[in-house]
């Protein structure tokens, strides 16, 4: 039996599971697990949203509230139906987040989840202060669903309801984790840098997922209110919040299936210490707060990946191996952009500089790249080299001259809309997504020739674009000799192959031209020679590349150009042997670089 199969039949068996539960169980049970079930989808917003995403929210349970009350008040004061309140209470909470996600998104590091503390207090307040919600006591009354003649009225009917709408979601967001959104959303860890030299908009994505995770929790919110008939502020302030975090944490802050598991274990302790604490002392309710926080700081002390992420990891080392690559049905190649044309004019710099504060890294460089070439920059540790691809791919920004690039000046222009330009890179720190696989890292580099979204993805009806894209991924892992390990995890490659596999995402975004920084470092010689050939290789397709390598051997072998850098300057330009020859060149490199030239043995031709 292949991990695949064990898969299905545990989601086989879990349906049933659930189809069979009100037939057996009381009434107490079945409410218990209708709780569960829309605790299940506030939290897999926030698997998405923070396990995945990596944006912590402690204001979750606020939307849960914006969407009860937003049907709560439509169906109560003008008698329309639920469904209507439906409709009515994820646009206002997808406005909501919205309008938060703009203001709070760009904030960095800490800011971000303190933020959400705030509007996590502030919006149930907000409940309990407008006469038309009922101020503290709430609004009542509020109809069942109904569903053609069957009013929702008892807890086993509307139950089926409820898991049905579990079952959806979770399916959207496994269909959403594999999709080219999907991706975009695993890499936000990585950070903006990463995100932008693929051509995607790290805000942007983060937007969506934030609006994504609040309808969930809007759609738990609408539930909520026609199950209970009955909202008041207190179940959406920030302590409700904080058990959706913690089912999460639970759960397995990585999985979808953490969410209902998350759900479960929260709400059926959250029971039992109800019954057990009172016996323990008169301040029961306190004491579940003090049990929860323990609970809370021992789970992120020793099991961050929840119970899933148990079952997942020991899932991953049973069967990873037996795990069959999904073969794509035939699709029909990714569009291409047209190739300039050779020894035509494609990258020009002019008199860029980069201060870092009183240190000037570049120090007016100026140089042009010719279509269907390989350039090389060369120099000394710290000459600027880095900093330099830096300012031409739009990482950093400069601080004067200009850059030129295919008939478009690209001076400050945003990196994302550089790189859909058709520059593609690699960073001297690789930047790779470790718990993605090899074929996923290398389709996010083709994130730019898709147009997917998260609604599309979640419903699938994007599978014609998705394998074009896997299909693509799959062509460039051949290409750099990676085509048999698609399925293993970029985190266990050793660092040189990751560099290649680095070489094989900027592949996939169809570049122009490959800026490749250090790409040979840490290879064994005969993985060098593979690569130079693969780069010639490409050169001889059209692709032009510059690149940044200490292993002279490898670059005069390699370039037609080569430019040196010292110190920031410019000192050098030429052909390999012209720069190989001059005075000044050595100088430089017996001045303090680790790798001498030409003292390299390798060197001889
Ligand atoms: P190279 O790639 O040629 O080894 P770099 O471009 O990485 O050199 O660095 C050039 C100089 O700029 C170095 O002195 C380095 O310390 C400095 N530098 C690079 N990036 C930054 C930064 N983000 N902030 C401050 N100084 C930097
Ligand atoms: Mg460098």
Known sequence: MNGRVL??????????LVALAPLVLGKFAVSLLNDIGIGALVALGLVLLTGIGGATSFGQAAFVGVAAYATAWLTTAHGVSPWLGLVFALALTGLAALAIGVLTLRLGGHCLPLSTIAWGISIPLLFGNLDALGRHTGLSGIPPLQIGPWRLLEPRAIYYLIWAGVGGACLFSRNLLHSRAGRAIRSLRGGATLLASVGADAFGVRLAL??????????????????????????????????????????????????????????????????????LSQRGARLEAVAFSIIFILLLHHARAGLTGFVARWGRQRFADRIEPAHDEAAEPLPRRPMPERGSELLTVVHAVKRFGGLVAVDDVSFDVRAGEIVG????????????????????????????????????????????????????????????NLLDNVALGAHARGRAGVLRAGLRLERREERQIAAEARRQLERIGLGGRAHELAGSLPLGTQRILEIGRALAADPVLLVLDEPAAGLRRAEKEALAAMLRRLRSEGVTILIVEHDMDFVMKLVDRLIVMDFGSKLVEGVPAAVRADPRVQAAYLGGSPEPYPANPEAAP
């Open 377 to 436: 920059l060369i120099g000394p540790n710290g000459a600027g080299k880095s900093t330099m691809f830096n300012l031409l791919t739009g990482t950093l920004r400069m601080t004067s001259g200009q850059v030129r690039f295919a008939g478009h000046d690209i001076t400050g222009l945003a990196q994302r809309k550089i790189a859909r330009l058709g520059i593609a890179r690699t960073f001297q720190h690789v930047k790779l997504r470790p718990r993605m």
């Open 210 to 279: 934030f609006v994504t995770a609040a309808l969930l929790a809007g759609f738990a919110g609408w539930l909520y209110a026609h199950m209970n008939r009955f909202v008041s502020p207190s179940p959406f302030d920030v302590r409700a919040s904080i058990e959706y975090l913690l089912m999460v944490v639970a759960g397995g802050l990585g999985q979808v299936a953490g969410a209902i598991v998350g759900s479960g274990l929260v709400l059926l302790l959250k029971n039992s210490l109800q019954d057990v604490l009172p016996l």
């Open 7 to 16: 898969r299905r039949a545990g989601v086989a068996a879990a349906i049933v």
